[in-house]
């Protein structure tokens, strides 16, 4: 019997090659549990965070991704480095940091997008300007 995140991954297939329509897809992702009605829009911009502490707020999540707003103080700084079992896709909307990512540092700034690999050490540091952007996990963090 077919677990239902291997169904899901199969529809997933079938639909992006233009196997199945639009409507079905929809209809047996519903049927799966792994779809809402109708689209599923988060406005990104109305869940900045305080800037002056740090937060993070969900926006959206599937078996295969999830999505979350964040933002990170000026002056923020963690010796702590995270790494995921999945990839971390980073977009910065306002503000700078800076990125460590496998010991190699780089400035990100608005409009950046940083791929971070799964399992590579990471962090982030900001000066004198908060943070803000959103990040994807794929797949979803527990």
């Known amino acids: 019997m077919a677990t239902k995140d291997f ?3 199969q529809l997933l297939k079938a639909y992006r090659k233009g196997l199945i329509s639009d409507d079905l897809f929809a209809a047996q992702m519903k049927e799966l549990g792994a779809a809402q009605d109708g689209l599923d829009v988060a406005n990104v911009l109305a869940l900045r965070g305080d800037a002056s502490k740090t937060s993070a707020q969900m926006l959206q999540k599937t078996p295969q991704s999830q999505t979350m707003a964040f933002t990170i103080p ?3 700084s963690n010796d702590h480095e995270n790494s995921h079992k999945g990839d971390q896709i980073i977009y910065v ?3 700078c940091a800076i990125a ?4 190699k540092e780089q400035e990100i700034k608005a409009g950046d997008m940083l791929m971070i690999p799964a399992g590579a050490p990471h962090t982030l540091r900001t000066e004198s300007q908060p943070l803000f952007g959103v990040t994807i996990f794929a797949p979803p963090e527990a």
Not at 100 to 103: L, P, W
């Open 74 to 76: 000026a002056n923020f």
């Open 93 to 95: 909307i306002e503000g």
């Open 100 to 103: 460590r990512v496998s010991g």
């Open 7 to 9: 169904e899901i991954q």
